[in-house]
């Protein structure tokens, strides 16, 4: 029953991805990591898509972070970016942005959780579980810099303070 | 000059369609064709597989049906192990029931909110930056937030019982994996957590009132558009009670006379026969004692409406009568009517729901049963979009040699291409030019059967958007793009 409840005072991490076509699946690595920490602040959900009521969702989270791989080039292999509310629309009903999403918890909840995007590079997209070597090779980078974060989460008494999580 | 108008693909559709217009000389419509040009393959590359994968590997034909297909697969797979619907355990039977009518609340809520409302709330002629869920949701604000809980709840009921909202896994060979507990039932009747299930039942009445409202107010067009005699088919129970799990089949013609009386779904292959086109991935069944050219059926709502006796839940039951004495006639063949039928069966779920929650036997622990091994399987059940079929086929050491899909959306074809010509004849014709509103509508025709061109096709990739317009010669003079 538990997973059908979440602690909602803290932190949302939602992996967005699908393991089934290699990289893609880097945000669900990244949330089986941090689930498998079972920290009692943070809670991680899986995605293949962002859907619209994801809006509900992020609404119930003061801080949520997505995480997805990208395909564009990024320096040093990741991003972790704020994330904004945005009003951009995509044709299909099981397929929107983050930005929409927030966009749509602001609407319809009247909540703006504090939301972060942490992209990591990816390279093959073809049918298959395996991450290739660039992705894992990012991967690790960006575990080195998300992890240790969140691992402190479960020692501080002190409100999760995200714009600290400086990444150059 | 001949001119061929392309809108490529339909959009707020599950997957890629397109949609291709032919005009003659004189801007007259000459012809029209619904295309899918997306890759089927499901049906080749799981052969060569376990039995018991098939549960689970066809739910990767689509996002938005998953638990359509497992619970499909997960049918004709107990066939295999010997075990036909009867013999499941009632505790099987029932967690099966709750995962498929949480899975028909969540898909027809989705359809209704997301898809069809923007149309109904703004227009089939408002600027197309409106015809979205966003402008909703900025307009429409508790209609919006109803909306998402609704798909919402449907979802928590799929995660309850499958573990996933998406791509989760309940049944297995024989029956399902595991039971339900207290706990979990109270989470969805106390409302402490997410609005309970009587909430849902109630927005449902609701939303069934909304739409009654609206066909009084826009009576004329919602009668007439898109609307065409045709076959329906659909799954009935013994007694010719709406039956979404386990029944028999049945079609009538556009009149009401039955042209498929009541038969086993073991029996599909004797009555039905597919044919195909070269200008689409996607099939055309269609009764074999008609023919190809009238032998196709509706399927979905509309067709579960018009060829049950009744619904066997009391206010989706008192919603049909309305519907029937709305029109005046059992058989409805208006295409936006669709949208109304949907919303009867979004009550209708919601108190099947209620009902199987306040069921013991939803705890049972009677979870799987064994049976004597076969080497053929068929399941067959109603998914949102219509009737789905999963047949399969195994040797000696359990692999899968042959897979047959007939997925809701291929019977939807005839139809889809009939609502098409409707609107080409009706609303493009003779016009001399053409409005994003006009093309919105054929989308809005298309729409109103809710296709799942993903699962018709077993698509995989991208989906761009395109819409072109060409010539008697064949040269293109216009396209639109829609991304």
């Given at each position: 029953m538990s997973d059908l409840k979440h602690n909602k005072e803290q932190l949302l991490v939602i992996g967005i991805g699908n393991i089934g076509r290699g990289d893609d699946g880097l945000g669900w690595k990244m949330a089986d990591i941090i689930s498998e920490m079972e920290l009692d602040k943070v809670s991680v959900e899986y995605r293949y898509q962002l859907q619209v009521e994801d809006a509900h969702l992020v609404s119930e989270f003061p801080i949520v972070v997505f995480v997805d791989a990208s395909k564009e080039k990024l320096p040093g292999g990741f991003s972790w970016q704020p994330c904004k509310p945005g009003d951009h629309y995509f044709y299909s009903s099981h397929l929107q942005s983050p930005e929409t999403v927030l966009y749509l918890a602001e609407t319809l909840f009247s909540k703006k959780p504090e939301a972060y995007i942490l992209a990591i590079e990816g390279e093959n997209w073809d049918l298959g579980e395996c991450l290739s070597e660039i992705g894992d090779k990012y991967f690790q980078k960006a575990s080195a810099f998300f992890i240790p974060h969140i691992k402190n989460l479960q020692t501080n008494t002190q409100p999760i303070q995200m714009q600290s999580f400086a990444h150059t | 000059m001949t001119r061929k108008i392309t809108?490529?693909?339909?959009?707020?559709?599950?997957g890629h369609g397109r949609v291709t217009i032919h005009l003659d000389e004189y801007g007259q419509v000459k012809d029209s064709f619904f295309h899918i040009v997306e890759f089927r393959g499901f049906e080749r590359f799981i052969?060569?597989?376990?039995?018991?994968?098939a549960p689970v590997l066809v739910q990767r034909l689509c996002g938005i049906c998953p638990v359509s297909h497992h619970l499909a697969a997960a049918k004709a797979i107990d066939q295999i192990v010997g075990i036909d619907p009867k013999d499941l355990s009632a505790t099987a039977t029932k967690l099966r029931r709750l995962m498929h009518f949480g899975q028909l609340f969540q898909s027809h809520a989705l359809h209704f909110f997301y898809l069809a409302s923007p149309d109904l709330l703004f227009g089939v002629d408002a600027p197309a930056e409106k015809r979205n869920v966003i402008a909703v949701a900025a307009e429409h604000r508790e209609l919006a937030i109803q909306g998402i809980t609704m798909r919402k709840f449907g979802q928590e009921i799929i995660k309850a019982v499958a573990g996933k909202k998406i791509h989760g896994i309940l049944a297995v060979p024989g029956g399902v994996h595991k039971t339900f507990s207290e706990a979990e039932r109270d989470y969805f009747l106390d409302g402490k957590n997410i609005e309970n299930i009587d909430t849902m039942i109630a927005w449902s009445q609701a939303m069934v009132a909304f739409m009654r409202d609206y066909h009084e107010k826009h009576h004329k067009f919602l009668d007439e558009f898109a609307a065409f005699p045709s076959g329906h088919l659909g799954m009935v129970g013994p007694d010719g009670a709406m039956e979404m799990y386990d029944g028999k089949l049945r079609a009538i013609d556009f009149e009401g006379k039955r042209t498929l009386d009541d038969i086993s779904t073991d029996l599909y292959q004797d009555y039905f026969a597919e044919g195909v086109a070269q200008w689409s991935y996607m099939k055309f069944p269609y009764l074999k004692s008609l023919g190809r050219e009238n032998g196709w059926n509706r399927v979905g709502p509309l067709a579960r409406i018009n060829v049950c006796d009744y619904i066997p839940t009391p206010l989706a039951e008192k919603a049909r009568q309305d519907f029937i004495a709305f029109t005046g006639r059992k058989i409805n063949n208006s295409t936006m009517f669709s949208h109304w039928a949907r919303l009867i069966e979004v009550l209708h779920s919601a108190e099947v729901i209620k009902d199987l929650l306040h069921d013991p036997e939803i705890f049972g622990t009677d979870l799987v049963r064994k049976g004597e091994r076969r080497s053929k399987g068929i399941g067959i059940i109603e998914a949102p979009r219509g009737t789905l079929t999963h047949h399969y086929e195994v040797d000696e050491k359990g692999m899968i040699t042959k897979c047959n899909l007939i997925v809701s959306t291929t019977h939807n074809n005839d139809a889809m291409n009939t609502a098409v010509k409707w609107v080409a004849n009706n609303v493009i014709s003779r016009k001399g030019h053409i409005t994003d509103g006009m093309l919105n509508q054929v989308e809005v025709a298309i729409r109103a059967y809710d296709p799942c061109l993903s699962c018709a096709t077993q698509a995989m990739g991208k989906m761009p958007l395109k819409a072109e317009l060409y010539n008697?010669?064949?040269?293109?003079?216009d396209e639109r793009f829609k991304a």
């Open positions: - | 809108i490529d693909p339909v959009t707020r559709v599950e052969q060569g597989h376990p039995y018991w994968e008697h010669k064949g040269e293109l003079i």
